[in-house]
């Protein structure tokens, strides 16, 4: 079965600097994809960014880029230039691509991020 | 556009009532998901539906029944609720095929008395 790790429940970082958010992963299958959310306080799921197993670019979607490490399993968000409007709860995703239950998304436990002025 | 929209946005009902949560989509995808979150936590998967058939229902219990009436609208029907049910219910959408990328909508937030 997989699984999604982030370790950090909280963290803080100063207004314009850059902050990496982390994300381990455990699948056995060859061909997943990851995804991060994020959360803030009026409750919905905004969607961010993707890597993809075979990708073999890190993915970047504005300030948003993934340090994509696939031999050490780990997925890590970094955020540059961070902002007060990135203050929220970061989800990290997996979906399988090959499996019965390849609808499905594993979530992380969720990363409480608070950009301070 | 990757618009999900959820109505209402607050919900308080008693243990007796029956209402109903409603999802829109128009961005043409034809897998929908209702998902439960508590607070603090991630979401739990409820229900998918898959070209307008219910695909998986993970164990929930039966006072939560969902309908799927045509490709972009997705309900989930409430009744005989109880306090723990109160939590923030998310529906999202994806393409049926490629990074089938989920979409979620606003939420409801559910309060059960």
């Known amino acids: 079965a997989q699984k999604i790790t982030q370790t950090q429940p909280g963290m803080f970082v100063q207004e314009k600097e850059a902050v990496t958010l982390d994300c381990t992963y455990d699948t056995s299958d060859p061909s997943y994809g990851l995804f991060w959310y994020k959360q803030p306080s009026s409750g919905e799921m905004i969607f961010l960014i993707y890597q993809g197993s075979y990708d073999q670019q890190n993915a970047t979607e504005g300030r948003y880029s993934l340090n994509f490490q696939k031999a050490r399993k780990s997925a890590n968000l970094v955020i540059s230039a961070s902002q007060l409007g990135d203050s929220a709860m970061y989800f990290c995703a997996m979906r399988l691509f090959f499996s019965g239950s390849a609808r499905q998304l594993t979530f992380g436990s969720g990363t409480q991020l608070t950009v301070l002025p | 556009d990757t618009e999900v929209t959820q109505t209402p946005k607050h919900l308080v009902m008693g243990m007796t009532n029956k209402k109903s949560l409603k999802c829109e989509q128009h961005m043409g995808h034809r897998a929908m998901y209702w998902y439960k979150q508590k607070a603090k936590k991630p979401p739990e998967l409820m229900f998918v539906y898959s070209y307008e058939k219910l695909s998986i229902n993970e164990s929930v219990p039966s006072r939560f029944s969902p309908e799927c009436p045509n490709s972009s609208l997705l309900n989930l029907h409430l009744h005989a609720l109880q306090p723990e049910d109160s939590a923030l219910y998310l529906c999202?959408?994806?393409?049926?095929?490629?990074?089938?990328?989920?979409?979620f909508g606003p939420g409801t937030r559910l309060l059960v008395l």
């Open positions: 999202a959408s994806s393409q049926e095929r490629g990074r089938e990328t989920q979409y």
